[in-house]
């Protein structure tokens, strides 16, 4: 079975840093473009941030370039979103999605709170 | 970066209506459109893809057409389980954009 777990998320100060991931199982990882969709309470979808599969192309939204960076280990098949500078309007539900048809297949989600 | 439009926002239907929801894009995509149905507390669920092509185990009452840059899903007769808002999105280029979303609420 295909699936997607993100972990990671929690309260961070504005300013601080977290780095949330994406455990991939079920296909084969690094065939696969992946992204990062955010959601913030009460909002529509946003999307973050793609990688190739090979993780040699990576892809921002204007809203955060410059202070995330998205990657990915194809030997553990995990991708990472590390995120600096964290602002309050970065509160949000963090989906991971695999990128095939549009984006097939999404995780449940993790919690980042960005608030003092 | 292509802007995605929804309309509505937000529409009332009963049990067994036909429902449209229309979406255009800024500019040219293609094909490149997929639908993705969202109910509360949960992940995004994919429907569409290519903007006519049904996403494995996604009930036939769903279906997507296109014309240049308008695009639509319609639901041919509401079930009890659609009730939930539905999101179109691009993915001819990066950034993927999404439509800021159609709730379909109980009449």
């Known amino acids: 079975e295909v699936q997607l777990l993100e972990s990671g998320g929690g309260l961070v100060q504005p300013g601080g840093s977290l780095r949330v991931s994406c455990a991939a199982s079920?296909?084969?990882?690094?065939?696969?473009?992946m992204n990062w969709v955010r959601q913030a309470p009460g909002k529509g979808l946003e999307w973050v941030s793609g990688?190739?599969?090979?993780?040699?192309?990576?892809y921002y939204a204007d809203s955060v370039k410059g202070r995330f960076t998205i990657s990915r280990d194809n030997s553990k098949n995990i991708m990472y979103l590390q995120m600096n500078s964290l602002r309050a309007e970065d509160t949000a539900i963090y989906y991971c999605?695999?990128?095939?048809?549009?984006?097939?297949?999404w995780g449940k989600g993790t919690t980042v709170t960005v608030s003092s | 970066d292509v802007q995605m439009t929804q309309s509505p926002s937000s529409l009332s239907a009963s049990v067994g209506d036909r429902v449209t929801i229309s979406c255009r894009a800024s500019?040219?995509?293609?094909?490149?459109l997929a639908w993705y149905q969202q109910k509360p507390e949960k992940a995004p669920k994919a429907l569409i893809y290519a903007a006519t092509s049904l996403q494995s185990g996604v009930p036939s009452r769903f279906s997507g057409t296109v014309s240049g840059t308008d695009f639509t899903l319609t639901i041919s007769s509401l079930q009890p389980e659609d009730f939930a808002t539905y999101y179109c999105?691009?993915?001819?280029?990066?950034?993927?954009?999404f439509g800021p979303g159609t709730r379909v609420d109980m009449k």
């Open positions: 500019q040219g995509i293609s094909i490149w």
């Open positions: 990688i190739s599969g090979s993780g040699g192309s990576t």
């Open positions: 079920g296909f084969t990882f690094s065939t696969y473009a």
């Open positions: 999605a695999k990128d095939w048809n549009g984006m097939d297949v």
């Open positions: 999105q691009q993915y001819n280029t990066y950034p993927r954009t």
